[in-house]
């Protein structure tokens, strides 16, 4: 199972928005609403921030957001503070047999 | 709050074996699921194994299946990850985790060990 595809990086000013894809397959992003997304800040644990394509967990603020169209799902940070830049993954299950796959990880750089 | 502690983690030659364990508190540990996962230095991270809450399932990542045994003792709160003939591409830090709800996420993760298979 190859990992899902994720730009790079990404980058933008503090206040504004930026948007991450993840790319995978109808055996994974499209074929099931379990997308969830991580931040990971350097030589810290993941923590998550979206889970089922767009809910985010109590404690999360509501800049974060995701969507899904078709095997692309979506992470929008909007209002950038300095404390966003870290590396975001995507992860999505992918049924019974692979169980769960993660994307190749965007570091986001607050300018 | 939800606390998960791993220990265990070090440096062991090609085909040896090594045991983690993770502690938990902070949540009613014996309800809910755990995961293993890795992150190979520069990479993303990557699911090893799952056991249910009462260990009447277990599930194993491809690259691990056979290798590696995960396992729980709910009195004691805490979940172990035996790892035998391990490969130098087990290299990584690994976490353990609480499944979310629902259960397809990683919900919180502990800090990591450390597992370097090097001759």
């Known amino acids: 199972q190859s990992a899902l595809t994720q730009p790079r990086s990404v980058s933008g000013s503090p206040g504004q928005s930026v948007t991450i894809s993840c790319t995978g397959t109808?055996?994974?992003?499209?074929?099931?609403?379990?997308v969830s997304w991580y931040r990971q800040h350097p030589g810290k644990a993941p923590k998550l921030m979206i889970y089922?394509?767009?809910k985010r967990p109590s404690g999360v603020p509501d800049r974060f957001s995701g969507s899904k169209s078709g095997n692309t799902a979506s992470l929008t940070i909007s209002g950038l503070q300095a404390d966003d830049e870290a590396d975001y993954y995507c992860?999505?299950?992918?049924?019974?047999?692979?169980?769960?796959?993660f994307g190749t990880g965007t570091e986001v750089t607050v300018l | 709050q939800v606390q998960l502690v791993e220990s265990g983690g070090g440096v062991v030659q090609p085909g040896g074996s090594l045991r983690l364990s993770c502690s938990a508190s902070?949540?009613?540990?014996?309800?809910?699921?755990m995961h293993w996962l890795r992150q190979a230095p520069g990479k993303e991270p990557q699911w090893v194994a799952f056991?249910?809450?009462?260990?009447?399932?277990?599930y194993y990542a491809n690259s691990v299946q056979g290798r590696f045994t995960i396992s729980r003792d709910n009195s004691k709160n805490t979940l172990d990850l035996q790892m035998n003939s391990l490969r130098v591409e087990d290299t990584a830090v690994y976490f353990c985790?609480?499944?979310?709800?629902?259960?397809?996420?990683?919900?919180?993760w502990g800090q990591g060990a450390l597992v370097t298979v090097s001759a």
């Open positions: 056991i249910r809450y009462d260990s009447s399932d277990k």
């Open positions: 902070g949540f009613t540990f014996s309800t809910y699921g």
């Open positions: 992860c999505s299950y992918a049924g019974r047999y692979t169980h769960y796959v």
């Open positions: 985790a609480k499944e979310g709800t629902p259960v397809t996420n990683f919900a919180s």
């Open positions: 089922d394509v767009s």
């Open positions: 109808s055996s994974d992003v499209g074929g099931y609403n379990s």
